[in-house]
């Protein structure tokens, strides 16, 4: 049988620049920040760059905020997969899906550009399946997610402005704050964390699969501190 050998194109990796520029950090903990401009084409965005931290530093990772990386354009799937505590991504533009799987203790923020004219909370700006299975880090969208939000997060903590369907499936831990509607299916098989959601039209119980959670108005219970913080 005849072998043929792959190029997966790890010697032209986007996240070799990445490793290049955050040396200082990897090496002694320095802070670092960089510009950067990205496109579709460039998947898994993030992995290496935190595979080199975890080398390093193990599931502990960096102090927070040590590598911050202020990104322009549109990411391929699986942007910042498994992303480590230390890295702090602000990206200016949009993102494909799986972002955030895995996540571990990294920051992503993603916004629209200032000349943007849609409505954030009418259009998506993230994916399907964001943060699956993160473990911990934060996330903030200024628009809407796709399908299966945050499906079995078991300690990131996240702000959007709208899920679609099956939003926050399996979910065993961490934080969800929609500001905006969710699509069916809404906290299928959720069995902890908590998810805070905005009922502007008043719909939202009907999307809820009540199988293994509760339902509360915010007045009935503790969290305003908790909202007043993150959505500063």
């Known amino acids: 049988r005849k072998i043929i050998n792959q190029d997966h194109g790890i010697d032209t990796a986007y996240d070799l620049k990445l ?3 955050a040396k200082p950090s990897l090496e002694n903990k320095t802070k670092v920040t960089g510009d950067f401009k990205i496109k579709n084409i460039n998947r898994t965005v993030g992995t290496m760059l935190s595979g080199e931290i975890a080398k390093r530093y193990g599931a502990e990772g960096l102090p927070d905020d040590t590598i ?3 990104l322009t354009g549109s990411t391929g799937q699986s942007f910042m997969a498994f992303g480590m505590k230390g890295i702090t991504i602000n990206l200016t533009g949009d993102c494909n899906d799986y972002v955030g799987k895995g996540l571990s203790g990294a920051k992503i923020k993603v916004k ?3 000349e943007c004219t849609i409505k954030s909370d009418e259009n998506i700006i993230v994916g399907n399946t964001v943060l699956y299975g993160a473990t911990s880090g934060e996330f903030y969208a200024n628009g809407k997610a796709g399908e299966r939000f945050a499906v079995r997060n078991s300690g990131a903590t996240a702000v959007v402005e709208g899920v679609g369907d099956h939003g926050c499936e399996y979910m065993t831990g ?4 929609i500001l905006g509607t969710t699509g069916r299916n809404f906290a299928a098989g959720m069995s902890g964390g908590l998810a805070y959601v905005y009922d502007a039209d008043g719909t939202f ?7 293994m959670v509760d339902l509360y108005r915010l007045d009935e219970t503790s969290g305003d501190e908790v909202l007043e913080e993150l959505l500063k």
């Open 68 to 70: 911050t990386l202020n």
């Open 112 to 114: 629209l550009p200032k």
């Open 205 to 211: 119980a009907s999307k809820v699969n009540r199988e």
């Open 19 to 21: 490793i290049e520029f």
């Open 174 to 177: 961490g934080l969800a704050v």
